[in-house]
């Protein structure tokens, strides 16, 4: 893989939450050096990191995305070594770069998880060396104390099962020992798998549920399975897991033969990928497995390709987040034992690094149809655009016989050509569409653009473009009930889902969530 080296964080960093925002990235908490906990949070953001103030430290505390965007951070270790467990909980909101206090949790918590539920209620269990419960949260009711979980959970992932049923399972219980397979329902039931009990199951701390979620209710779980001390994937749909059917298995040992820990999974839904990190501890070097797990759906089984990046003294073995385009950025990260396998982590040990691995295509291919059908619809513009030269002509010549147009009738035909050419090139699901572009398609300048735009149609450029990505993402809400709606945000043309989530409501008067219930 070709590796970027981006500028040093300013405080060496470990342990803390990636979360890509837009075009941001963004490092939540974590701990320095000597195993101390942060209270601050770096974005990076034009070539730079910008360091800003938490209210608390959230070292092996639980994160969660919000539907409008914002990260709600919980719980943590209380002192210093990841000792404890605290109560103190934060907003993030990345439009302001700041944290606002939501109060205290009903339980203080170290090493819990959180799982969004699509009316924005955000469901936490988990706890280390401490009673386990289930406990909600919501904006209007703050924090809701549930049912205990007994002998409880650490570093657990909490998934929908079904509309009205949410599991909890894990690698360990609250005092790090195994959990014999077994899986907690919301609502006091408890279940054991035996598909779980012969796994060991990697812990769930820096990705959230919909990073490694494939569909509605389905998701991909990194296990060693104990039999055979092999890596492999588990699938949870719906409840029901099963092992992710593999052209051939994990590969245990890197390109120097020395063996991986593979750990977390994240997946890319629009390219029908998933990428499965793995890191070899004698070199430090990096292992990521692309997974094109696509005809899983239809019962075929999934292909796997091996990238592999290295440099002297190796990087950390810390979350390389996923980005789009098959990108991977890891920041930070802590220290290592070397030649422990599976990887021990040094803890009072934090890095500055940065870096942005690239991955290639595993071989050529041939043209995809996408390529083939952008150039079909370039060829084909080409031939509509002589047509409409043509036809130009052919109305200059009969307007040079006919009464002229009226300047009003002018500028109301130019408005029509506008929604036109807007509609059928759908330029509106260009993130980066300016109404200089459009000036530019029209052959005019964008000021007289505007200007006609505000007189004519009585709405603005950013206005029109925000009714037609509003539409669009209604269309697709409608057709497409099983996407996510960061998906239906990004197709429709909005540059984060934050943008989405506001206009969505400023249009309709409903969130997307609301809007796709009473459809």
């Known amino acids: 893989m070709r590796v970027e080296r981006l500028p040093d964080l300013p405080t060496p960093r470990g342990s803390h939450r990636t979360v890509a925002i837009g075009d941001e990235i963004v490092l939540l908490g974590g701990q320095t050096d000597g195993f101390k906990p942060l209270e601050t949070a770096e974005y990076y953001s034009k070539g730079a990191w910008h360091t800003v103030p938490m209210l608390y430290p959230h070292i092996n505390g639980f994160a969660s995305r919000l539907p409008d965007g914002r990260i709600l951070l919980g719980g943590g270790s209380e002192e210093h070594f990841g000792i404890g467990q605290s109560f103190g909980a934060e907003l993030y909101d990345p439009a302001t770069h700041s944290f606002t206090s939501v109060g205290i949790m009903s339980a203080k918590r170290s090493l819990p998880s959180a799982l969004t539920l699509p009316d924005g209620r955000v469901v936490i269990a988990g706890n280390w060396y401490a009673a386990d419960s289930w406990e909600t949260w919501s904006p209007d009711a703050g924090f809701v104390p549930g049912e205990a979980l007994s002998p409880g959970w650490a570093e657990p992932y909490i998934l929908p099962a079904s509309a009205d049923d949410i599991i909890v399972f894990g690698p360990w219980d609250t005092r790090g020992d195994g959990t014999g397979g077994r899986v907690d329902h919301l609502g006091g039931r408890t279940e054991f798998n035996s598909l779980l009990e012969g796994c060991t199951i990697c812990a769930n701390y820096y990705v959230f549920p919909e990073d490694y979620q494939i569909a509605d209710c389905t998701y991909l779980i990194p296990v060693v399975v104990d039999s055979a001390n092999t890596a492999a994937i588990l699938k949870v749909a719906s409840g029901e897991f099963s092992f992710l059917e593999l052209e051939a298995p994990i590969a245990p040992n890197g390109p120097h033969g020395n063996p991986l820990t593979w750990s977390v999974i994240q997946v890319d839904r629009p390219a029908r990928l998933a990428w499965m990190q793995g890191f070899d501890s004698v070199t430090g070097s990096m292992c990521f497995a692309r997974i094109e797990y696509d005809a899983t759906f239809d019962g075929g089984k999934a292909s796997v390709s091996y990238y592999y990046a290295e440099q002297p003294g190796g990087f950390p073995p810390s979350l390389a987040k996923l980005l789009p385009g098959g990108r991977l950025l890891l920041a930070g990260g802590t220290g290592w034992k070397q030649g422990e396998f599976p990887t021990l982590t040094d803890n009072f040990k934090a890095y500055t690094s940065a870096y942005i691995f690239y991955s290639e295509p595993p071989q050529k291919a041939a043209m995809p149809l996408w390529a083939i059908a952008g150039c079909v619809l370039v060829i084909g513009g080409g031939i509509l655009l002589i047509v409409r030269v043509l036809r130009r002509r052919r109305k200059e010549h009969d307007a040079a016989a006919a009464p002229a147009e009226s300047e009003e009738q002018l500028r109301r035909n130019l408005v029509?050509?506008?929604?036109?050419?807007?509609?059928?090139?759908?330029?509106?699901?260009?993130?980066?569409?300016?109404?200089?572009?459009?000036?530019?398609?029209?052959?005019?300048?964008?000021?007289?653009?505007?200007?006609?735009?505000?007189?004519?149609?009585?709405?603005?450029?950013?206005?029109?473009?925000?009714?037609?990505?509003?539409?669009?993402?209604?269309?697709?809400?409608?057709?497409?009930?099983?996407?996510?709606?960061?998906?239906?945000?990004?197709?429709?043309?909005?540059?984060?889902y934050i943008t989405f989530y506001r206009n969505f409501i400023a249009v309709t008067g409903k969130t997307p969530q609301e809007w796709k219930k009473g459809q």
């Open 416 to 496: 029509e050509q506008i929604s036109t050419l807007i509609e059928e090139k759908e330029l509106y699901r260009r993130k980066d569409f300016r109404i200089t572009d459009l000036a530019t398609e029209l052959a005019t300048n964008k000021t007289y653009v505007s200007l006609l735009l505000n007189n004519m149609s009585g709405e603005s450029f950013t206005a029109m473009m925000t009714r037609y990505r509003i539409q669009y993402a209604q269309r697709l809400l409608r057709e497409h009930p099983e996407m996510l709606l960061e998906d239906v945000a990004s197709e429709s043309g909005f540059s984060t």
